[in-house]
């Protein structure tokens, strides 16, 4: 079984380190790994000011806040994204302004231009996949136009511009470690600030109950006992764990509503923390392996992957085809989980794009791009053999 999406960057040192956690519930709320973890990312970074959240969208969410925004001002974002960016803006009563996006799958300057009001206050760059924005092009218009930029670094951890770190560039960012982004936790974000008087103004959170520290606990633990069965079996046994909610999703049903679960905004846990601090240590490592993964599908499949003047982050490997979609369930179909990113302007698919205030038609390129992308894993988890194995597979869907 090959999936790009179930808990894909756990090895088995995480797995050790979750085990044992299991067992040591005093340490789940407090503890010292928040402050470890911190000083990790203000160190990489050279940021001085970082909270610690139960997910990147409660990062943003608390982010927003700190700004006290009036319910008619903007944020402009690009389509092609996912609710998890859209929520924290609708949560907040802001109205999210959609911009279309240019071939790298980011905001198009052009675009982002021609969508700016005298309501537009905060600019939302996203990096898709890793791949940085046109940053002096943005930057040109952020000034220009007395925006506030905060970067979505979601996909971009690890991923620099003309030799500037990705999350730097703006007033503040925002990471996420949740289950299938660059490092993971599970569940877990943070926020990175520069000046002293925005960083003040974040709000101190409760954090999440134990259960649902525990229920992400137990996410890779089950997950790997899924994995090796993932036919019938695997599929029936994921299913039940969700329904139980001894699984957690990574997108609930309500969100794909526009609505807020009361598990966000949290802080983040000290045991959630412990498995981001192992993991951020290995990030280095994951970047080396998703880039070596990567080049084997290039040279394979023939499409270029690097580029000038950026450090990507591989995050998965893109593909575009006419019939991605069918390529997609065929490779479902065969228990190869390749990725869905995104088949939607706002994924997951099943996200009401009206809660959303997402008009089709409105970004047209975002919507033709969604038709027809695909991507392949590049994780830690993925051997060479896989990836040639996958890439042997999609030879013969588009023959
Ligand atoms: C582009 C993008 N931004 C933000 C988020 C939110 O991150 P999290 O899942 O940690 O809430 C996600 C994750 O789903 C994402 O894909």
New binding site residues.
């Given amino acids: 079984m090959i999936s790009i999406s179930i808990s894909p960057n756990i090895e088995k040192d995480d797995l050790f380190l979750t085990l044992r956690l299991i067992f040591q519930p005093s340490k789940w709320k407090k503890g010292d790994k928040e402050e470890e973890l911190k000083g990790l990312i203000k160190e990489y970074f050279n940021i001085p000011y970082v909270s610690l ?1 139960n ?6 969410y608390c982010l927003l806040r700190a700004f006290n925004l009036k319910k008619k001002d903007e944020v402009l974002i690009q389509a092609f ?5 859209v929520n ?1 803006i609708l949560w907040n009563n802001l109205t999210p302004v959609y911009v279309d996006i240019d071939s790298n799958l980011n905001i198009d300057p052009l675009d982002l231009r021609k969508k700016i009001t005298t309501n537009s206050k905060i600019l939302i760059v ?1 990096h ?1 996949f890793g791949n940085p924005c046109k940053m002096e092009e943005i930057l040109k218009v952020v000034k220009e136009n007395n925006l506030i930029l905060i970067e ?1 670094c ?2 971009s951890l690890g991923a620099e511009y003309k030799g500037q770190k990705i999350g730097t560039f703006g007033k503040a960012s ?8 660059v490092i993971s936790s599970v ?3 943070a926020i990175l600030i520069k000046d002293k008087e925005l960083a003040e103004k974040i709000l101190e959170l409760d954090y999440p109950s134990n259960f649902w520290t525990f229920q992400q606990l137990l996410h890779p633990l089950l997950i790997k006992l899924i994995i090796p069965c993932y036919n019938f079996l695997g599929k029936a046994l994921l299913i039940f764990f969700q329904r139980l909610h001894i699984l957690s999703k ?2 609930s049903y309500e969100e794909k509503q526009g609505k807020k679960p009361k598990y ?1 905004p949290k802080k983040m846990p000290n045991a959630i923390a412990c498995l981001a601090c192992n993991q951020f240590k290995k990030l280095d490592k994951f970047y080396l392996h998703r880039k070596k993964i990567s080049e084997i599908y290039s040279k394979e499949l023939g499409v270029s992957y690097l580029e000038k003047d950026v450090k990507k982050t591989y995050l998965r490997f893109i593909f575009f085809h006419e019939k991605a979609h069918e390529i997609i369930r065929k490779f479902w179909k065969r228990n190869i989980l390749i990725g869905d ?1 995104y088949t939607s302007p706002i ?1 997951p698919p099943d996200t009401n794009l009206e809660r959303m205030k997402y008009k089709l038609g409105s970004c047209k390129k975002a919507e033709k791009y969604a038709k027809k992308t695909l991507n392949l894993p590049t994780h830690i988890n993925i051997s060479k053999k896989q990836a040639k194995y996958i890439v042997s597979i999609l030879r013969e869907l588009i023959k």
């Avoid at 994204?81 to 960016?85: F, G, Q, Y």
């Avoid at 925002?174 to 982004?181: E, N, T």
């Fill in positions: 959240f997910s990147g969208r409660s990062a943003l994204t996912c609710n998890a960016l924290p996203q898709t979505d979601a996909h925002f990471l996420s470690f949740s289950r299938d982004k569940y877990g974000g990574a997108v966000f990113w994924a």
